[in-house]
């Protein structure tokens, strides 16, 4: 693999560390002017100021004085499924809520319904121009969900077509198993059964062939109780699968008090999430992944972040890229919602789409950051400064992408 050594770096902001930063810390990150970083093998080897070392056989590439960050990470999305739900548009125009569209049989179970019909390698395509998509927007490692199966062969068909993308394209991704999505339609007279499947055939299955690190369950009104929640979190831990779970979204029904209690890795949305949830995923050690473009797609109001910072629970931000409530690839947009709606600083945003949000996902110790050790995963920025990613809207400021020592150039993403 070819060296890389990237100079003429105006200024290289990261935070630091291989573990989620919460309270004042999620704030502080680490800003070198005139920097230079050496990638070898695809990880950092050194990072420095000033005139740079020898370069030996690595590729100079010249920064142009821009601005440096650490690749994002996308820590929730539902990247594999079939098919999309743009017919929900006129449904919500008219007023209809997420929850009814899927208790009359649409929104998830619709996508259900079109992911059971693809094949694995149909689901991979598709996902996979989603995934080029996001690499372009600064994207460099991303969590991906089953959870449009809901029967055995589908969820691991689902699971597969993560792992062979892990392989055939240069994003990172990390596998959540979530069979605990929705009930599907032919269990309705049977929760229990379906819980039971969950359990006992689905999670072993994941687990002896290795195809998720998490599981994961929406814990709503309508879908998945707390104890439902806590019944299926508990069997994926029994199985080494580390549990996350979807909390306070629409309803706060003890989703993120449970996520606390059980030692939950993340607790996802936290739209509606009470100080009582708030105090207990402190207590768990657990990281609050807020996902602010759903809120602005749901017409939902926001979780309130700076309650969480200032509780000492650590907040990370993704996209929450599904067909259904954020048909939304743009970590930047992200970013742009995490100042204006969450009210958080620049600086916390960034720690959030980087470093906890590698922390919401077990990545923590390999990127987050940009330090010797850490995988060579960079973005250099059509910007001077942090505040301008932040500040502009609507535009790809991702100039270049650099995952594992690769570089991939904006304008159509080829690597060079
Ligand atoms: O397909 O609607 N919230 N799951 C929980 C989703 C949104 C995805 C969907
Ligand atoms: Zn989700």
């Not at 689905?202 to 707390?226: H, N, Y």
């Not at 200032?310 to 409530?325: L, Y």
Request: glycine share 10%; proline share 5%; with cysteine.
């Amino acid at each position: 693999m070819e060296n890389l050594l990237l100079t003429n770096i105006g200024m290289l902001v990261t935070p630091t560390g291989c573990a989620a930063k919460s309270g004042a810390a999620q704030g502080e990150v680490q800003v070198l002017r005139d920097a230079w970083v050496l990638i070898e093998d695809g990880k950092i080897a050194e990072v420095g100021t000033g005139r740079p070392g020898q370069a030996g056989n690595a590729r100079i590439l010249d920064a142009g004085g821009r601005l440096v960050t650490p690749g994002l990470v996308d820590a929730h999305t539902h990247l594999i499924f079939g098919g999309w739900r743009q017919n929900e548009l006129a449904l919500k125009l008219r007023g209809v809520p997420y929850l009814d569209i899927l208790a009359q049989g649409g929104g998830i179970l619709s996508t259900v319904t079109a992911t059971r019909e693809a094949t694995e390698e149909e689901l991979a395509e598709k996902a996979g121009l989603a995934l080029e998509e996001m690499l372009s927007f600064g994207t460099t490692t991303c969590e991906a969900k089953s959870g449009y199966g809901l029967r055995l062969e589908d969820e691991l068909k689902q699971l597969r077509a993560i792992r062979d993308l892990n392989e055939k394209q240069p994003i990172d991704l990390v596998p959540t198993f979530m069979g605990g999505h929705a009930l599907p339609k032919c269990f309705a007279d049977d929760r229990e059964a379906y819980i039971r499947m969950v359990c006992e055939e689905m999670i072993p299955a994941v687990a002896e062939e290795k195809l998720a690190r998490f599981c994961d369950v929406f814990c709503e009104t309508g879908v998945f109780t707390p104890e439902e929640s806590r019944k299926i979190l508990e069997a994926g831990k029994k199985h080494g699968l580390l549990p996350k779970i979807h909390a306070d979204e629409i309803d706060p029904i003890g989703g993120s008090q449970l996520a606390g209690e059980i030692g939950a890795v993340s607790a996802e949305h936290l739209i509606v999430c009470p100080t009582e949830g708030i105090e207990a995923m402190a207590k768990g050690g657990t990281v609050a992944c807020l996902l602010p473009a759903t809120s602005l797609y749901l017409g939902a109001t926001f979780a309130p972040a700076r309650q969480m910072v200032n509780t000492g629970v650590p907040v990370a931000m993704a996209t929450d890229f599904n067909p259904g409530s954020c048909p939304c690839l743009n970590m930047q947009l992200v970013m742009n919602l995490g100042c204006l709606r969450y009210r958080l600083t620049p600086e916390e945003v960034l720690t959030a789409v980087t470093l906890n949000g590698a922390a919401a996902i077990g990545m923590a110790d390999s990127v987050g950051s940009v330090e010797p050790g850490k995988l060579g995963d960079l973005v250099i920025w059509d910007a001077q400064d942090l505040n301008y990613i932040c500040y502009r809207m609507g535009s790809n400021l991702a100039r270049t992408v650099i995952k594992r020592g690769r570089v991939f150039e904006r304008n159509n993403i080829h690597e060079n």
